[in-house]
């Protein structure tokens, strides 16, 4: 709860000319990644992500502690932890960015948007275009993504030693369900 009070009160100093009702933030959030190599395959969640969006100028944040993530194997999480993301220098993934076109929001239904930002990871930013699909219903909005994350991008390193048992590229699928931030 401490991150989502800081990243709301970094918002809505940013922001504090806005209502309130052009601020939806997360209720709910998941984050899963998969990574399939010749060896074994390897999948993470995390329910503990945290995002606000204002409807208005079509800002968008997301933040998900790299500990928070879930694995299987106790074994692997260590190593994901430790060794790969270091997780101890960087504790957080983070974007932030705009929706290119704003959904109409006065209409259920869904539309595809692109987010433009930066996706950090592992201390290393990345512009990125996320392609994803916005959700409306009464009284709630949800955003669905699947992108991909090469770890050579963020300067994750791969031992040789264990290079098939983890893929290059990751796959990440993001699910968000929002409501709107109360003043």
Do not use: C
């Amino acid at each position: 709860m401490r991150s989502l009070f800081s990243i709301i009160l970094i918002l809505s100093g940013s922001l504090a000319s806005l209502k309130a009702q052009d601020i939806y933030k997360s209720t709910g959030m998941s984050i899963d990644f998969f990574s399939s190599a010749p060896l074994e395959d390897i999948e993470a969640r995390s329910g503990e992500g945290i995002s606000l969006w204002n409807t208005h100028t079509g800002e968008i944040s997301f933040r998900v502690s790299i500990r928070s993530f879930d694995f299987e194997k106790g074994k692997m999480q260590e190593h994901f932890n430790e060794n790969f993301m270091e997780s101890h220098l960087y504790p957080y993934a983070t974007f932030k960015g705009r929706m290119q076109v704003q959904p109409d929001l006065s209409r259920t239904g869904e539309s595809p948007v692109i987010l433009q930002g930066r996706l950090q990871i592992h201390g290393v930013e990345q512009e990125r275009n996320i392609d994803a699909l916005v959700k409306v219903m009464e009284e709630k909005l949800e955003l669905h993504s699947r992108f991909n994350v090469a770890v050579t991008d963020h300067d994750i390193r791969i031992p040789k030693l264990l290079f098939r048992n983890i893929a290059e590229v990751v796959r990440v699928d993001v699910n968000v369900s929002y409501e709107k931030l109360e003043p």
